[in-house]
């Protein structure tokens, strides 16, 4: 039997992929499967569906990678049991989706397979052992700024000008965000990683980090599809501040083409000038 769900659907209505996404919660909906949450009046009146989320699952149905429906839900503290991209999951089958605005009949069907799809599979939450291959550094370049000390790894590391890490074993890598980041960040209190099984490109979204102090998403500096995500920040997302390189690592990405990506990274040496020129910037 399945399980009925808290179902929140992105509200985009600009683009078919909202429309879509709309679409498959009414599907869900319709089947008995699931109990659509409005967007805009959980942000308004969260205790308008207190009850609702209490007693289901949440999943949540993004149109694009823009992921504004995952971003209201982090925002309120809410975990996502299963989530879906409608424009990820038309890429997977190869459903061309058109400039209009109206579902024509092949679209309400891909979104009716969607749905089907979703409730019966999840969407990539299977759980996938992450590689014992990667190890902490041991050896760090130091830029020290006030009274800040912002460590890089000095060896085996690669880095983007967005402050995200790559350490590359074989095929496969594993990615983070930095000791500057981090810091910058401050006390970080929730972190969602992007789901196991998205391909993602080179400075795509892989993760959304909350503090106190903002909300911003950590870009992957690879391409690749995601393989395996830490889910002990899901408990324990203040590991990313404690251990950024090492217990807070965030993801595993099959590689793409690392030769390609690293046209565009930084070695620990130019990443330590852009972090010596932020942390001028930002003082």
Not at 39 to 55: D, I, Q, W
Not at 192 to 220: C, H, N, W, Y
Request: glycine share 6%.
């Amino acid at each position: 039997m399945q399980s009925s769900f808290a179902v929140l659907p992105c509200n985009g209505l600009d683009k078919l992929a909202g429309v879509l996404a709309r679409e498959i919660a009414l599907v869900i909906a319709q089947d008995e499967a699931g109990e659509i949450i409005c967007p805009v009046l959980l942000n308004a009146v969260k205790g308008r569906y207190e009850k609702t989320l209490s007693e289901h699952p949440l999943m949540v149905i993004d149109g694009c990678g823009t992921r504004c429906a995952s971003k209201l839900a982090a925002e309120l503290g809410l975990k996502a049991a299963r989530k879906a991209i409608v424009t990820e999951l038309a890429k997977e089958i190869g459903h061309a989706l058109a400039d209009s605005l109206v579902a024509n009949a092949s679209d309400l069907e891909f979104a009716r397979d969607c749905a089907g799809s979703i409730l019966q599979d999840g969407v990539s939450e299977a759980v996938v052992e992450p590689s014992d291959e990667f190890e902490p550094p041991t050896e760090f370049v130091t830029v020290t700024h006030d009274k800040y000390v912002f460590r890089i790894p000095a060896e085996g590391y690669f880095f983007s000008e967005n402050d995200c890490w790559v350490c590359v074993r074989g095929s496969r890598a594993r990615v983070g965000v930095t000791d500057y980041m981090q810091q910058n960040t401050t006390d970080i209190t929730y972190f969602e990683p992007a789901e196991v099984g998205r391909r993602i490109e080179q400075f795509d979204e892989i993760g959304l980090m909350e503090s106190a102090k903002t909300t911003l998403d950590m870009l992957s500096p690879v391409t690749g599809k995601v393989v395996a995500v830490n889910r002990a920040l899901a408990d324990n997302p203040e590991l990313i501040n404690e251990d950024p390189y090492g217990r807070g690592w965030v993801a595993e990405v099959e590689l793409a083409d690392f030769e390609a990506d690293r046209e565009l990274l930084l070695d620990s040496a130019a990443y330590a000038k852009i972090v010596q020129k932020k942390a001028a910037e930002n003082s």
